[in-house]
């Protein structure tokens, strides 16, 4: 199966394609090597960053977020910051183009997990942040969930959509402060199955103060995971999430 998707992957690669970006030339719907080139400059680039949620420390000793409240995820792999132009494929997926989108995305994601270190154990379940009804029933469907797929397919990891749950629909977060969000996630997902010592890694488009991903890995904890990683698309700058 797997021999067969990535035969099938290697031939997909070489016919050509618009980038997502630019519009110019490009192959196998990735985005033109340009616009791959500056999408993720900030994460070469960019100076030091928290070893655990991939903040841009911009010169400060020690990260503000993870000092002060350590999260319970171990680490955040990020594809790019969460500024132009990579914010445009953001909103590119959560517009509804998430066929040419997700993919490609995935690919980016992939690129970034194949260089971490130390790298991401084979044998990690992977599965998305499970979106609100409200959020799936505005775009009829689930970015994270899109991405989520493809990447486990590139990584050959296992997908469990279904690991973990979510109780209710929260509140809105956008006018809560940091603290607020982190209280308001706790309760929010669960996992109905024991996860005795597994490795998880959780997929989510944006990670912005972490709160959400700090939830999803308390309830994967409480179920007896190991380590969680998040592996997100767009890391939020510092100056922006305040
Ligand atoms: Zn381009
Ligand atoms: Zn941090």
């Known amino acids: 199966m797997g021999g067969i998707y990535e035969a099938c992957a290697s031939l997909l690669r070489h016919i050509s394609s618009d980038c997502g970006l630019c519009g110019g030339r490009a192959r196998g719907g990735a985005l033109c090597p340009p616009c791959q080139g500056s999408v993720t400059y900030s994460m070469r680039h960019g100076g030091a960053r928290c070893g655990r949620c991939g903040l841009a420390l911009g010169g400060l000793a020690v990260c503000p977020d993870c000092s002060l409240r350590p999260p319970a995820f171990e680490r955040v792999i990020a594809a790019f910051d969460y500024a132009y132009p990579g914010d445009v494929l953001i909103h590119h997926l959560k517009a509804g183009r998430r066929y040419a989108s997700a993919g490609m995305l995935a690919g ?30 505005q775009r009829g469907f689930n970015p994270a969930a899109e991405v989520a797929r493809a990447l486990a397919r590139r990584l050959q990891l296992e997908y469990r959509p279904g690991l973990v749950l979510r109780r209710r629909e929260g509140r809105r977060q956008a006018h809560l402060s940091r603290a607020d ?39 994967l904890k409480e179920a007896g995971a190991a380590t969680v990683t998040g592996l997100v698309l767009a890391r939020t700058p510092y100056s922006a999430h305040r």
């Open 181 to 219: 969000r982190l209280r308001s996630v706790h309760a929010l997902y669960h996992c109905p199955q024991p996860l005795q010592g597994a490795k998880v890694a959780v997929v989510d488009d944006v990670l912005t103060t972490g709160s959400t991903l700090h939830g999803m890995a308390a309830a």
């Open 108 to 137: 980016l994601l992939h690129a970034a997990v194949r260089a971490a270190e130390p790298p991401l154990p084979d044998d990690t379940l992977l599965l998305p942040v499970p979106s609100s009804r409200a959020a799936v029933l």
